[in-house]
Structure formats: structure tokens, C-alpha cells
């Protein structure tokens, strides 16, 4: 059984899994790896119980200080290491974790335990003073940022971990304490901060997630990608999340930690990289993203780090995945058996169909089109829009009606707003698993990352056309079109699949019933889907409507209502897969 430290602490050792509810998605990711076999770190949980107290009073639990020292005191034991002292020292991450994935949205603190005494220690075990340096510097960036929300001053590597500290008391206000225990109670106090964080609550109010839930935060031990050129850190997805391609896709960044390539600070290595520095590693990776698929019946987001050439798995989740492989992975996991035809219906939203139903640059307008920019395509999509390098500033335009293009250097969970406004994102640097791609697949936003230092500045006022498919930005507006869905081998059988779940038929303007319609296109009310439920009631005697909002969530769950045998809409697919959803919520 999980081990409990009292009312608010539990220590992870696979033997069962606790409520996700309960330890969040990352604790219960690395409680569920630890169940399979695979080489997790080992880590407690300080629960979401935990949190909502402290969101209630204002303060850390009662005891739970104490908790969470039988939780370290336990992780030692599981290492072999001492929290806070040599000969050996044990590190922590401290990351948070909800209930629901929210990638990006709230706070980790790697490497802590450090200070001058476990740095000395680190180095002599190691052999390498570079490298615990280097831990030590990373450790007190990142306390700087996520505990005492400041940017940390730039580190003169010339000076002393004491002078570093004096100079972020300078910027910050306060010294990052060395004492690890102290360290840790303010780390975890900064995650449960964290979940009503700016970014935090717009994203949940973006995705309809709940207040109340509360934060998770797992501690566990540290393995360290900066090591040497055998270690480093990467993302793996199963299957492709951007095209649905059944094969694995990947980043990896030699000598480096994770929060490297998820920052878009930096720009990894394709995931062949780790195959010609550690083979043995990338292939016990690859068994176990296969393993992890099968348990979990869907393609999984796996962030990993490799230690002088073995593996560790830190978190694994259900991707989030591109509309354009949102069908085609639905319709492959159903046929191989994972799934079943029901389930792969509802796992593509009629929203994901629109937008890969939607317009694409016209091949014509390609041949004269004028390139500006080009990195690589990480959520697809066709976005046209004014370039502007400000989130607060795209969020202004948009509401006044502007259509606009964010480009930033790079992005991070702070650009949330201004991301949601744009009709694309384009970044300077970063890669296919960065804040940007990840955040832009999520939101299906078209998103083009890895542009290049300064590429983008000189586009800030004009025009451009963003196809997030190819990783192209051309001047100007160009011609676009829709692509037929009777093409799309997926979409042709979820199609099938759909209607056989439906109550509600939809059939494409070309279809004789067709003709026998009530045609709401002149109805003003019809248009607005709060009054498309009253319209449609009120057709008596009618078989089928097209036009206005009919074809919308909101129409399609009222021409159920109203007892509607057809509507008529093209392209077909979302609002048969609307009606399939309305089908099995009744």
C-alpha cells in the first residue's frame, strides 16, 4: 500500500494507485510507472487536500511541516543519500500537479537542497566541480523565479554561490535560504501559491476547469541531465501528435535539465541524437512508451532524463494532441484494438474536425507567395493576421476586432492571454515540445517555433499569412481553401461511426433530402446560437433545417430537441460528431 505520513503526505512506491483527484497527474503518473516496472525517481505526494487548506486559511496545514520531513526522511532511505549534507547529498525537484493536465501553468523548482556544503559534496562524489557549480546555479535561478517571483540577476560565473545570493537579495528582496529544509517548506508553500496564479486562472477559465481543485506537489529525488555528455533530458510523444503518424517523435538536449526544453530557451536535438549517445537508453525508452501506451490506451507525452547513459522516467500523460492527429489516432487506436469505436468517436471534438476542415493556403497563391520567415511547423493551421511582439498588446487589438500574429522570442505560461487572442503564435527559438507548441496544439492555434534569433523583429506592423502545417510565414494575406472531408481517410470513417450513434442525420447540401430543408440563412434569429433552440421548436411539421447556427453545438443539441430527423451542413463530420456527444450525454 502507499505509504501515508499523516493526514497530508504519501509516500510512492507502486504498490497501488491513489486517486488522482487526490496527488495529482504527475504524482499519480510516477505512482502508475512504478507499477510497470520502469525507473522512476522515488517521490512523495503532498496532496490537493492539503492545498485547498492552505487556499482556505491562508497557511500551511497544521503538521504538515512534520509530514513532510518523514517524507524526505523516507526518500533517504530509498536513496541512500542525506538531505541537506554529504558524503553523498540527495536533491529534490518540486513540482506541481492537478488533478487535470494544465501543461505549463503552474511551478517547479529542480536541484533543491543545494548550498555551498551539498555543492562540495556533489562535486567530490561526481568528480566534477563544473557540474555541481552549474546544479547550484540552476537551483537558485529557478527560487529566485518561482519562490520569490523575481527574475534572478545575471550570474557572473566568476563569482561565488554567496555573492550570487547577495545579489538576488539586491534585485529580489530576499536571499534564497541554504538551509534545504527551509528551502523546501517555501517551495512548496510557492506551488500552492501558484494554482491562482494569473496564468493559472486564465487557463482554467479557458478550458472550463474547476477553482476549487487545488494543486498537488510531488518532491522527488534528482537525476541530473547536466552530468556529463552521457546524460541529458527530452520528450518523447508514442505516436506523432502533430500528423497521427504511428511512430515515435521527439526532443532531446544533450547535458541539460528539463526545464530547457520545455522553456523554449534552447533548441534540442531530434530524438536520433539520444540514439547516437546512449542506444541502451533509447531503447528502453521506446519499450516503455510502448508499454505506457497500451496501459493508458492513448498516445502518451513522456518527459524523461538520462543519467551517464541510463534512463529515468519523470511524468507521463495522455498527449495533447494537433487536431489534424486527433482522427487519425482515434480511428488506429480503435482498429488495433486499444479502444473502441464509441470511444474514438468521442475522442475528436467537433471543434478539432472544423479546424482541420478549415481553409489552407491555396497551392497557386504558394507560387508567387513572398517567404519572410520559416522554423518548424508545431501546431497546423492557417492563421492571417497583423505581427505584433506584445501578449497584452494582442489581447488589446483582438478585442477591438483586429486579427493579429503574436511573435515573441520565445513563450512562456505569462503569454497565456495573448496567445488565446492571437490567430497564430511564431517564436524565434524553441522546438516541437516547447511552451509555445505545446500551449498552441492545445488551444489549436496555429503555431510556427524555432524561427531564429532576431528573425522575427523585423515583421512587427505588417501582414502575414502563418501555416503552421509547414512552418512558413508569407507576406501579406494569401488566397485559402477548405479541403474535402470525403478525402480524409479518418474522417471518412468516423463519419460511419458517428451515425450510427447519432439521433440526428446530417447530410451535405448536395444530397437530395436536401432540397426538402427548412432554410433558416435569412432567419436573423436563426443566426444566433442562444436563439437557434426557440427557431427550431418552432418548426412544426419539419424534417430537416440548414442555414443560420444550425449547424453549430448549440444547433445541433437543439434539432435534437426539436425532433429533427436531418440537418444539413457541410462539411458533415463536426456536427455529426456534435450529435453523437449529445447522443451519449442523454
Same mark, same amino acid.
Request: contains cysteine; glycine residues 10%.
Given at each position: ?13 507502486? +504498490? ?81 500537479? +492537478? ?11 529542480? %536541484? ?8 562540495? +559534496? ?64 517555501? @517551495? ?7 494554482? %491562482? ?23 522527488? @529525488?534528482?537525476?541530473?541531465? %547536466? ?17 497521427? @503518424? ?122 508567387? +507567395? ?217
Amino acid at each position: 500500500m502507499t505509504v501515508a505520513f499523516g493526514q497530508w503526505t504519501l509516500g510512492l512506491d507502486g +504498490a497501488d494507485l491513489p486517486a488522482r483527484e487526490l496527488i495529482g497527474g504527475k504524482a499519480w503518473s510516477v505512482a502508475r510507472m512504478q507499477a510497470l516496472g520502469l525507473d522512476a525517481p522515488p517521490a512523495f505526494v503532498v496532496t490537493t487536500e492539503a492545498c485547498r487548506a492552505f487556499l482556505a486559511s491562508g497557511d500551511t496545514p497544521p503538521a504538515l511541516e512534520a509530514e513532510i520531513d518523514k517524507g524526505v526522511a523516507w526518500l533517504e532511505a530509498r536513496t541512500g543519500r542525506a538531505f541537506g549534507r554529504g558524503p553523498r547529498p540527495l536533491l529534490v525537484s518540486v513540482r506541481s500537479g +492537478a488533478p487535470v493536465s494544465m501543461p505549463g501553468m503552474m511551478d517547479t523548482v529542480l %536541484n533543491l537542497g543545494v548550498n555551498d556544503e551539498t555543492e562540495a +559534496a556533489l562535486a567530490a562524489e561526481c568528480g566534477d566541480v563544473a557540474f555541481a557549480r552549474n546544479t547550484h546555479k540552476r537551483f537558485l535561478d529557478l527560487y529566485a523565479h518561482i519562490v520569490l517571483r523575481a527574475e534572478a540577476p545575471a550570474f557572473d560565473d566568476g563569482k561565488t554561490p554567496a555573492q550570487w545570493r547577495a545579489a538576488i537579495a539586491q534585485q529580489c528582496g530576499a536571499a534564497p535560504p541554504t538551509a534545504p529544509r527551509e528551502q523546501l517548506r517555501a @517551495a512548496v508553500r510557492a506551488v500552492f501559491e501558484s494554482w %491562482n496564479s494569473r496564468r493559472a486562472k486564465r487557463y482554467r477559465q479557458h478550458h472550463g476547469i474547476a477553482d476549487d481543485l487545488g494543486t498537488a506537489v510531488t518532491v522527488q @529525488a534528482m537525476v541530473f541531465g %547536466n552530468l556529463d555528455e552521457n546524460s541529458g533530458t527530452g520528450v518523447l510523444f508514442s505516436r506523432n501528435p502533430t500528423t497521427g @503518424a504511428r511512430e515515435p517523435y521527439g526532443e532531446y538536449l544533450a547535458r541539460a535539465q528539463g526545464e530547457d526544453v520545455v522553456s523554449g530557451k534552447f533548441t534540442p536535438l531530434p530524438l536520433s541524437a539520444l540514439g547516437e549517445r546512449a542506444p541502451l537508453a533509447l531503447e528502453a525508452l521506446l519499450q516503455a512508451a510502448h508499454k505506457l501506451e497500451q496501459a493508458g490506451r492513448d498516445v502518451q507525452d513522456i518527459e524523461f532524463t538520462v543519467e551517464r547513459g541510463k534512463l529515468y522516467l519523470l511524468q507521463s500523460r495522455a498527449a495533447k494532441l494537433s487536431p489534424h492527429a486527433a482522427a487519425p489516432i482515434a480511428v488506429a487506436l480503435a482498429r488495433e484494438g486499444l479502444i473502441d469505436a464509441r470511444e474514438a468517436v468521442l475522442r475528436v471534438t467537433p471543434e478539432q474536425a472544423r479546424l482541420v476542415l478549415s481553409p489552407h493556403i491555396r497551392e497557386e497563391a504558394l507560387q508567387s +507567395a513572398s517567404l519572410l520567415a520559416s522554423g518548424e511547423g508545431a501546431s497546423p493551421g492557417v492563421g492571417i493576421g497583423l505581427v505584433v511582439g506584445d501578449s497584452d498588446e494582442a489581447e488589446r487589438r483582438a478585442r477591438l476586432g483586429e486579427a493579429v500574429i503574436l511573435a515573441r522570442p520565445t513563450t512562456s505560461p505569462e503569454d497565456l492571454h495573448g496567445m488565446i487572442a492571437a490567430r497564430a503564435v511564431v517564436t524565434e527559438t524553441g522546438g516541437a515540445t516547447s511552451h509555445a507548441a505545446a500551449v498552441g496544439r492545445a488551444l489549436g492555434l496555429p503555431c510556427v517555433v524555432g524561427c531564429g534569433k532576431g528573425a522575427l523583429a523585423a515583421l512587427a506592423g505588417r501582414t502575414v499569412t502563418v501555416d503552421g502545417r509547414t512552418g512558413k510565414i508569407y507576406d501579406g494575406a494569401l488566397a485559402i481553401e477548405a479541403p474535402d472531408e470525403r478525402e480524409h481517410q479518418a474522417f471518412a470513417q468516423l463519419v460511419q461511426w458517428a451515425a450510427q450513434m447519432s439521433p440526428l442525420r446530417v447530410i451535405p447540401p448536395s444530397a437530395p433530402e436536401a432540397a426538402q430543408a427548412v432554410d433558416l440563412t435569412t432567419n436573423e434569429d436563426a443566426a444566433d446560437p442562444e436563439k437557434i433552440a426557440a427557431v427550431l421548436a418552432a418548426l412544426k411539421g419539419a424534417k430537416g433545417a440548414r442555414g443560420g447556427a444550425v449547424a453549430s453545438e448549440e444547433g445541433v443539441r437543439a434539432a435534437i430537441r426539436a425532433g429533427l430527423a436531418f440537418i444539413v451542413a457541410d462539411p458533415v463530420l463536426p456536427p455529426l460528431l456534435a450529435a453523437a456527444r449529445g447522443a451519449t450525454k442523454a
